[in-house]
């Protein structure tokens, strides 16, 4: 059985990126949640949420305080699960075995410029396609239009990139009507990332628990709640774990 281990309300997987990896290339019907503290924070105040994200088969730990947390919590080494190395890292392990991505949301424009990356960066890559549909609400998205579409591209991997928590949100959708076995992650940013539109941190300050100052330092408006009122909520519910608060009691 995978180990899991409770950071606030959300069950976060005890994983490697290459066991990660490994199993998105060798197995489907997994669906994938890159966690960070913005995420696990929305779901300790909302048990919906937690619920979400627990609903999906693995919660990897891609923001550096969560596996900090986690180690801190229950004297783990748990390593964090970079999503833009796990995307990367699951491109070029997939060539071998032809693996087939289909690439689902963010804006053409991105999504045109990441595919062309890959292609340069990765030959022999098997993209199946890519959909890119309008900014809308969640709700919009739960329809047969988008559980046809996926069912029927014949991809081994969807990646997603529709933002927290909609990307979730539309994932557990898929999840629960689908009826073919394909892989589904939510990898936010990383569309625009490789398809160098928005710059990615380097490793050694990622690494460091500093890629939120070079986030913020490109989108400061939409950035600032997350890294001043959630982050600072983090510690908070943190402590309060740390001390013994059950949060499945609220």
Not at 85 to 91: E, P, Q, R, S, Y
Not at 103 to 124: C, H, Q, S, W
Request: aromatic content about 14%.
């Amino acid at each position: 059985m995978m180990k899991e281990a409770l950071l606030f309300r959300t069950r976060l997987s005890v994983i490697s990126i290459e066991e990660i990896s490994t199993l998105l290339v060798s197995s489907k019907n997994n669906s994938v949640a890159v966690c960070n503290a913005n995420s696990v924070v929305r779901g300790a105040r909302s048990g919906g949420m937690a619920k979400m994200l627990n609903n999906l088969t693995y919660r990897i730990c891609d923001g550096y305080p969560l596996s900090k947390a986690i180690n801190l919590l229950y004297g783990l080494s748990q390593e964090r699960v970079d999503g833009f190395n796990l995307f990367h890292k699951t491109i070029a392990s997939g060539i071998s075995k032809n693996t087939k991505h289909y690439f689902f949301g963010n804006l053409e424009d991105v999504t045109l410029k990441m595919i062309n990356e890959l292609n340069i960066a990765y030959p022999g890559v098997n993209i199946e396609g890519y959909h890119c549909p309008p900014i809308q609400d969640i709700e919009d998205f739960k329809t047969n239009f988008y559980i046809d579409l996926l069912d029927n591209i014949e991809a081994d991997i969807v990646w997603v990139s529709l933002g927290f928590p909609k990307q979730e949100l539309f994932m557990n959708y898929i999840v629960e009507n689908k009826a073919n076995d394909f892989n589904l992650l939510g990898v936010g940013n990383v569309f625009d990332w490789t398809a160098k539109t928005k710059y990615k941190a380097p490793d050694f300050l990622a690494n460091n628990g500093m890629e939120w100052l070079v986030r913020f330092a490109q989108e400061p408006i939409r950035l600032a709640r997350r890294y001043f009122i959630d982050n600072t909520l983090f510690l908070f519910f943190l402590t309060q774990q740390y001390f013994g608060k059950n949060f499945n009691k609220k």
